[in-house]
């Protein structure tokens, strides 16, 4: 039970901090979310929003973050 809540505790400090980052992004002129490669399809009643280059480029910048740390264990 012990392990079960260290998780929960982790979990919940992993969402706080990425919280706070989309928090100070959202303040910061930096475009995620508006790439030029986001997919935008605005129907009569609907929205259709699919974010391909920001999850790309997000992907590639966790890739390199995850590698560094990689490297800096072994």
Do not use: C, E
């Amino acid at each position: 039970m012990a392990s079960l809540g260290k998780l929960l505790v982790f979990l919940g400090a992993a969402i706080f901090i990425i919280g706070a980052a989309l928090i100070l992004f959202g303040k910061t002129n930096i475009p995620l979310g508006r790439l030029p490669g986001d997919i935008i399809y605005r129907g009569k009643h609907t929205t259709f929003y699919f974010p391909l280059a920001t999850s790309i480029v997000l992907s590639i910048v966790l890739w390199l973050l995850l590698y560094v740390i990689g490297r800096f264990r072994q």
